[in-house]
Each structure stands twice: as structure tokens, then as C-alpha cells.
């Protein structure tokens, strides 16, 4: 009795081992090989909007006062970005963004940017596109 006892102790402990060593195996990752990117995220006082058409891209130039963690190198400078017809903008009642106007100005760069990379990125001959400007008026 003690035999079988013990006997079906021990096929009760390999069952569950056998079932967790009996899981497949990913044959492929989702995981992306990519720089990852971020969004920074400015504020300050926007001017010099121009509207992107169809056939032209469009500018906004923002003086940043504010930023979040990944802009907090770009605080104090005049940087200006290229607005494409499918970046978000608010006009926060207007028609237009006034200059002398408080906004947000957003827009995607990789990560691990040093600051000479990220600042020699904005000011290069081709601005940046922004995502989303934000006019927050006055």
C-alpha cells in the first residue's frame, strides 16, 4: 500500500513539470530593432506661423520657456519647425496663431539624442515636423 501510495506521489509531482516544459517555443519576436523615440514637448511663445498647403509645408518658430524631461536642453532657445498637413493644430478660436501667442509645439526624436545632436537636428536646413501646435492665446 505505501509503494502505491508513493508511486502516485510522484507521477502527481512530474505532471505539472511536464506540462511546463511542454510550452512552444516563439519562432519569432515582435520586439522592433529600432532607436526608440519620444515626444518632447515645448512651450513658450509661438510666432511666424504659415499654414501648410498641399503643395508647400508650412513653419511655426517657437521661443521655448518650458519643456518636458526630454526638452529640458532646448529651454531659452528659438527653434522652428515645419508644419505638414498632417500636423494636428489647434487655433483655440482664431483662425490663425497670432505671434506673441503662448502654445505647444510637439514633435518625435529618438531618445538617446545628445544635446549638440538634437540641437544640430532642429536647426539643420530641413526643420523638424512638428506632431501637434497648439495655439493657447494670450
Not at 512530474?14 to 512552444?24: D, E, S
Amino acid at each position: 500500500m505505501a509503494r502505491k501510495t508513493l508511486a502516485l506521489f510522484v507521477l502527481a509531482l512530474a505532471i505539472p513539470g511536464a506540462a511546463l516544459a511542454a510550452k512552444p517555443v516563439k519562432s519569432g519576436t515582435s520586439q522592433s530593432k529600432a532607436a526608440p523615440k519620444v515626444m518632447y514637448v515645448l512651450k513658450g511663445i509661438l510666432s511666424g506661423y504659415a499654414a501648410a498647403s498641399s503643395t508647400t509645408t508650412g513653419s511655426i518658430t517657437i521661443h521655448v520657456t518650458h519643456s518636458n524631461f526630454h526638452g529640458r536642453l532646448l529651454k531659452g532657445m528659438d527653434l522652428t519647425f515645419a508644419v505638414a498637413t498632417s500636423t494636428a493644430t489647434t487655433f483655440n478660436g482664431n483662425s490663425t496663431i497670432n505671434d506673441g501667442a503662448r502654445g505647444v509645439v510637439k514633435f518625435r526624436a529618438l531618445k538617446s539624442m545628445t544635446n549638440t545632436g538634437l540641437t544640430a537636428a532642429l536647426t539643420a536646413a530641413t526643420p523638424m515636423t512638428a506632431v501637434q501646435v497648439i495655439d493657447q492665446a494670450h
